[in-house]
């Protein structure tokens, strides 16, 4: 298995702009986790999602961020409108089971200028 | 999720076994302790997790204290690819996020 693949790997937007970050899950899995990563806050939980239901979006920071699982195999994350503060690293996790071992993909690493 | 406390940084001597402690007090007794790891630019890696035995996999050995007020995460012997930043992160199986905080930064030098 290729492992949790998420797409693009670098973006670089300027502010205002729609953002959208893809991610394909482990086959199986049927949990997918959105995280994102900044020097002052860590790595955090956005959203997290079980056969394709979104399950707690406690942790999206506002209205202009967005998340689908349209099926088992795809994901979006979407920004709308992008602003500099979304600069961070954004990382996609699936698991087989919620507390099973996450795996995670490489990330997306989101510049807002 | 109870919170946990790790020393910011170590350095460990490559060939050495690489000894992690994570303080977790406050833990409840059905809340286990996970570890995870950050190498530079990558995804975390999920090490391994344990209630209160000893568990021990390919990777690290984990050594929960009897009182489950502590646990040291044991890295045989270190590698300078098992440079990276470890998070002890203390969970109920069910519950809904792993927490991450800020974790040890482990340094191996050659």
């Known amino acids: 298995d290729a492992g949790v693949i998420q797409s693009p790997r670098h973006e670089v937007t300027e502010m205002g702009q729609e953002v959208t970050l893809r991610c394909k899950p482990i086959?199986?899995?049927?949990?997918l986790f959105w995280y994102r990563q900044t020097m002052m806050r860590g790595l955090e939980l956005l959203i997290y999602?079980?056969?394709?239901?979104?399950?707690?979006d406690s942790g999206m920071p506002e209205d202009r961020f967005s998340a689908k699982m349209p099926n088992a195999s795809f994901s979006t994350l979407k920004i709308q409108p992008s602003e500099p503060r979304d600069s961070a690293v954004y990382f996609c996790?699936?698991?087989?089971?919620?507390?099973?071992?996450?795996?995670f993909g490489p990330g997306t690493r989101l510049t807002v200028l | 999720d109870a919170k946990t406390t790790q020393p910011p940084s170590m350095d460990c001597a490559e060939g050495r076994a690489a000894n992690l402690p994570c303080n977790h007090s406050t833990i409840s007794g059905n809340e286990y302790v996970y570890w995870y790891r950050q190498i530079h630019s990558q995804g975390p890696q999920y090490i391994i997790h344990?209630?209160?035995n000893n568990e021990t996999n390919e990777m690290a050995s984990l050594i929960i204290t009897e009182d489950r007020k502590s646990s040291t995460l044991i890295l045989p012997h270190a590698t300078l690819r098992d440079t990276a930043v470890y998070y002890c992160i203390v969970r109920v199986p069910g519950a809904q996020k792993l927490v991450f905080g800020q974790g040890t930064r482990l340094t191996i030098n050659p």
């Open positions: 344990g209630l209160k």
């Open positions: 996790a699936s698991s087989f089971g919620l507390d099973n071992e996450q795996f």
């Open positions: 086959s199986g899995h049927d949990y």
């Open positions: 999602f079980n056969n394709n239901v979104p399950i707690d």
